[in-house]
């Protein structure tokens, strides 16, 4: 019993080692700081393709490269702007006004003047004292007419005073200075009553008011050269300028022509040179960069908020996808993505941003690589969706992504090839030219002509080269460092010269014997459910690499000699059958087997009942009451598809070599009864394998022995201990 419980201590050592707790938490901080630090990278590196060294320029300096619109932008010239507002205001007329009230409070003094010189005139004073009372009011060059004049004739005259007065005021009399002044200014004359526009041209000059005043009497009285005169001598006593300047409404025209100019606005291109190298940099070109700077200060908030937005729905999506299967079982994976994604962003940014080298030189299908070796196909497609959307934002130029995106789907279509640690000569070539073709056309869709796009595949070699490198390195150090099982590596454990193998095969040939039939058996099935197939087969392989610490105490090695079980209490016995598993788990820890192979070590007899010696046990009296449960394995129960296809092929292999010569339906039977008792011992409910997929793994393993019968390998006679 002692001994048991230490047995039972070892186990739980081993299997906190193999899934020790605290580091599960361990890695969740480290997945965690892996995606905050590639969010870092990846909005550092967005932000730096984002802005623009450009804030160089200086005034009056030569421009030393051609400097190309980053992004469309408004521009407005402000100079020019100026330039032309000052040009409108200096071309501002000046307003004058007309103001009809002049002309108005004339007549109305001309009217009370005309009712004095009346009332002068029918008084009864004496002829020379009537004259010089008129002569007090309209002026001492009286004409011949005014001793004559009656009231009667003044009456009839009036008329035609008050006639021309209104036809000299309609025109406007202005100031001689206005001439003197405004030769070429222009001018704006309105009338103050009905704001209408005034004729310059029809304006009266203040000094030739009365020659003017001349012209318009003698058309009034043609021929009544009396009556002109005298006319003459009464109205030139009303003129008076009523056209004058006005201050305010100048000022407030300039004003409303600031106010309505419409600045320019030029929109520059994308890509449009805005300085040409070698030009001076004056106001206009920095006055560009200044605004362009401005614009792109603007978008950069909005780009990164946007973003930033896409790399946390992206990141969300693809944390969604790998958590899907499990949370605890796949947080290896969840990991493993996490680095490669972090190296991916890492090893990107230092290419961009310090290599140099041309965008085709990054080694993008190495990390797919990595993905798909180190994860499995769905993460490499996942990665391959998610870096191509990512790199979107910093490559516009889709050629690179192109090819990034299908050398990468052609490597992953037809992985089969790749599935060695190093591809042979002929597959790389035939993969090369595939991809150099492939991107040929695609440089066609953008080339100006043939000889461009040839151009363009001189890369590719490169890039397929440095892929294959770092990814299969990459691949190699990661297994080293975290112990982990790989279709490369997967592929060299399959491999006879392999030192393991070869210690089975002279240790215990019997045991090597059956791990190849299992081997056989398990990828048969494996192909029929679709599972992985050389995981099957290596675990068939390596399942029993534990016998090679006791191989005698294996009915399959016992070629001669009594059998070692003989004189062991069953329950010893029981206890060394068991202790292979155990072993071969220790042995895939040391050897690196990876954790793969080390689960379907560990699971392929799940805790199924040792029934030979449980059986024995019961007919010794004296110890018949151990319990059922120590003669069952210590398991666990297989957590996968492989380990449980694993778990039935050992037993079917066992159970079937001793059938050879039995007739065939005795072996149907019996592997029917294998599949019956391994159900109803519930030793398959921790796996996924569905009953139809039971079903389809019963029917291939009696196929492969109805294939096979005549090449199955002869036993010796079992005579006690299981397989
Ligand atoms: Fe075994
Ligand atoms: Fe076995």
Same mark, same amino acid.
């Given at each position: 019993?002692?001994?048991?419980?230490?047995?039972?201590?070892?186990?739980h050592?081993?299997?906190?080692?193999?899934?020790?707790?605290?580091?599960?938490?361990?890695?969740?901080?480290?997945i965690?700081?892996?995606?905050?630090?590639?969010?870092?990278?990846?909005l550092?590196?967005?932000?730096q393709?984002?802005?623009?060294?450009?804030?160089?320029?200086?005034?009056?300096?030569v #421009?030393?490269?051609?400097i190309p619109?980053r992004?469309?932008?408004?521009?407005?010239?402000?100079d020019?702007?100026?330039?032309?507002i000052?040009?409108?205001?200096?071309?501002?007329?000046?307003?004058?006004?007309?103001?009809?009230?002049i002309g108005?409070?004339e007549?109305?003094r001309?009217i009370?003047?005309?009712a004095?010189v009346k009332?002068?005139?029918?008084?009864?004073a004496?002829?020379e004292?009537? !004259?010089?009372? #008129?002569?007090?009011?309209?002026?001492?060059?009286?004409?011949?007419?005014? *001793?004559?004049?009656?009231?009667?004739?003044?009456?009839?005259?009036?008329?035609?005073f008050?006639?021309?007065?209104?036809?000299i005021?309609?025109k406007?009399?202005?100031?001689?200075?206005?001439?003197?002044?405004?030769?070429?200014i222009?001018?704006?004359?309105r009338r103050k009553?009905?704001?209408?526009?005034?004729?310059?041209?029809?304006?009266i000059?203040?000094?030739?008011?009365?020659?003017?005043?001349?012209?318009?009497i003698?058309?009034?009285l !043609?021929? !009544?050269?009396?009556?002109?005169?005298?006319?003459?001598?009464?109205?030139?006593?009303?003129?008076?300028?009523? #056209?004058?300047?006005?201050e305010e409404?100048?000022?407030?025209?300039a004003?409303?022509?600031?106010?309505?100019?419409?600045?320019?606005?030029?929109?520059?291109?994308k890509?449009e040179?805005?300085a040409?190298?070698?030009?001076?940099v004056?106001?206009?070109?920095?006055?560009k960069?200044?605004?362009?700077?401005?614009k792109l200060?603007?978008?950069?908030?909005l780009r990164?908020?946007?973003?930033?937005?896409?790399?946390?729905?992206?990141?969300?999506?693809?944390?969604?996808?790998?958590?899907q299967?499990?949370y605890?079982?796949?947080?290896q994976?969840?990991?493993?993505?996490?680095v490669i994604?972090?190296?991916?962003?890492?090893?990107?940014?230092?290419?961009?941003?310090?290599?140099?080298?041309?965008?085709?030189?990054?080694?993008?299908?190495?990390?797919?690589? %990595?993905?798909?070796?180190?994860i499995?196909l769905?993460?490499?497609?996942? *990665?391959?969706?998610?870096?191509?959307?990512?790199?979107?934002?910093?490559?516009?130029?889709?050629r690179?992504?192109?090819?990034?995106?299908?050398?990468?789907?052609i490597?992953?279509?037809?992985?089969?090839?790749?599935?060695?640690?190093?591809?042979?000569?002929?597959?790389?070539?035939?993969y090369?030219?595939?991809?150099?073709?492939?991107l040929?056309? +695609?440089?066609?869709?953008?080339?100006?002509?043939?000889?461009?796009?040839?151009?363009?595949? +001189?890369?590719v070699?490169?890039?397929v080269?440095?892929s294959?490198?770092?990814?299969?390195?990459?691949?190699?150090?990661?297994?080293?460092?975290?112990?982990?099982?790989?279709?490369?590596?997967?592929?060299?454990l399959?491999?006879?010269?392999?030192?393991?193998?070869?210690?089975? %095969?002279?240790?215990?040939?019997?045991?090597?014997?059956?791990?190849?039939?299992? *081997?056989?058996?398990?990828?048969?099935?494996?192909k029929?459910?679709?599972?992985?197939?050389?995981?099957?087969?290596?675990?068939?392989?390596?399942?029993?690499?534990?016998?090679?610490?006791r191989?005698?105490?294996?009915?399959?090695?016992? %070629?001669?000699?009594?059998?070692?079980?003989?004189?062991l209490?069953?329950l010893?016995?029981?206890r060394?059958?068991?202790?292979?598993?155990d072993?071969?788990?220790?042995?895939a820890?040391?050897?690196?087997?990876?954790?793969r192979?080390?689960?379907?070590?560990? !699971?392929?007899h799940?805790?199924?009942l040792?029934?030979?010696?449980?059986?024995?046990?019961?007919k010794?009296?004296?110890?018949?009451?151990?319990?059922?449960?120590y003669?069952?394995?210590?398991?666990?129960?297989?957590?996968?598809r492989?380990?449980?296809?694993?778990?039935?092929?050992?037993?079917?292999?066992?159970?079937?070599?001793?059938?050879?010569?039995s007739?065939?339906?005795?072996v149907q039977?019996?592997?029917?009864?294998?599949f019956?008792?391994?159900?109803?011992?519930?030793?398959?409910?921790?796996c996924?394998?569905?009953?139809?997929?039971?079903?389809?793994?019963k029917?291939?393993?009696?196929?492969?022995?109805?294939g096979?019968?005549h090449?199955?390998?002869?036993y010796p006679?079992?005579?006690?201990?299981?397989?």
């Open positions: 019993m002692k001994k048991k419980i230490q047995n039972e201590t070892r186990l050592r081993l299997k906190s080692r193999l899934i020790p707790e605290e580091e599960s938490s361990r890695r969740l901080r480290l965690l700081l892996f995606t905050l630090l590639s969010v870092l990278i990846s550092a590196l967005f932000y393709e984002n802005t623009y060294p450009v804030d160089d320029v200086a005034l009056r300096e #421009v030393k490269e051609d619109a992004i469309d932008f408004q521009w407005v010239d402000h020019q702007m100026q330039a032309k000052r040009e409108r205001l200096d071309n501002a007329p000046k307003v004058y006004l007309l103001d009809d009230n108005d409070s007549k109305k001309l009370a003047d005309i004095k009332k002068v005139l029918t008084s009864g004496g002829a004292e009537k !004259e010089q009372a #008129v002569k007090e009011i309209w002026g001492k060059e009286s004409p011949d007419l005014l *001793s004559r004049m009656t009231a009667d004739q003044l009456n009839t005259l009036s008329l035609i008050l006639n021309v007065l209104d036809a005021y309609q406007g009399i202005i100031n001689d200075r206005f001439f003197l002044e405004s030769p070429t222009p001018v704006e004359i009553n009905d704001n209408l526009l005034v004729e310059k041209d029809s304006l000059f203040r000094n030739q008011a009365e020659e003017y005043l001349h012209s318009v003698r058309r009034y !043609e021929g !009544e050269r009396m009556y002109a005169d005298f006319t003459f001598y009464v109205l030139k006593n009303y003129l008076r300028e009523n #056209v004058y300047f006005s409404l100048t000022v407030r025209r004003e409303s022509i600031r106010l309505d100019y419409v600045p320019e606005t030029v929109t520059i291109r890509g040179i805005i040409q190298k070698g030009e001076i004056d106001e206009t070109i920095a006055g960069i200044e605004k362009m700077k401005e200060n603007n978008v950069l908030s990164l908020t946007g973003f930033l937005m896409t790399l946390l729905f992206l990141m969300g999506a693809v944390f969604l996808l790998l958590r299967e499990g605890w079982v796949n947080i994976k969840v990991f493993f993505w996490s994604h972090f190296f991916f962003i890492a090893a990107f940014t230092g290419f961009y941003l310090f290599s140099g080298l041309s965008l085709y030189a990054f080694p993008f299908l190495a990390f797919i690589i %990595m993905a798909y070796f180190l499995d769905k993460a490499a497609l996942l *990665s391959l969706a998610f870096w191509t959307l990512l790199l979107s934002a910093f490559v516009p130029d889709f690179f992504g192109a090819l990034w995106f299908l050398s990468s789907l490597f992953l279509a037809e992985p089969g090839r790749f599935r060695l640690r190093i591809p042979t000569l002929s597959t790389l070539l035939k090369l030219v595939v991809i150099m073709t492939s040929f056309f +695609i440089e066609l869709s953008t080339a100006h002509s043939g000889r461009e796009a040839l151009a363009g595949l +001189i890369w070699p490169v890039y080269l440095l294959f490198a770092g990814g299969y390195l990459f691949v190699y150090l990661f297994e080293r460092a975290h112990n982990i099982t790989t279709e490369v590596s997967l592929n060299s399959q491999d006879w010269e392999n030192p393991l193998l070869r210690q089975l %095969m002279s240790v215990a040939p019997g045991t090597y014997r059956h791990s190849l039939i299992v *081997s056989e058996l398990a990828g048969e099935a494996a029929a459910i679709g599972g992985d197939v050389l995981l099957a087969q290596v675990g068939g392989l390596y399942h029993d690499i534990g016998k090679v610490k191989p005698d105490y294996f009915i399959e090695n016992q %070629m001669y000699g009594p059998n070692r079980h003989d004189s209490l069953p010893m016995s029981v060394i059958l068991k202790n292979h598993v072993e071969g788990a220790l042995m820890r040391k050897h690196g087997l990876g954790r192979l080390m689960a379907i070590i560990r !699971e392929h799940g805790t199924s040792i029934k030979y010696f449980y059986l024995k046990n019961l010794d009296d004296k110890h018949k009451n151990i319990e059922e449960k003669f069952r394995y210590d398991g666990p129960k297989p957590s996968t492989e380990s449980a296809i694993i778990f039935l092929a050992d037993k079917v292999e066992a159970v079937t070599r001793l059938l050879f010569n007739p065939f339906h005795h039977e019996r592997i029917s009864r294998i019956e008792d391994a159900l109803f011992d519930k030793q398959l409910e921790d996924d394998l569905t009953l139809r997929d039971v079903n389809t793994v029917e291939a393993f009696v196929e492969y022995f109805r096979s019968r090449k199955r390998i002869e006679k079992e005579t006690g201990g299981k397989e």
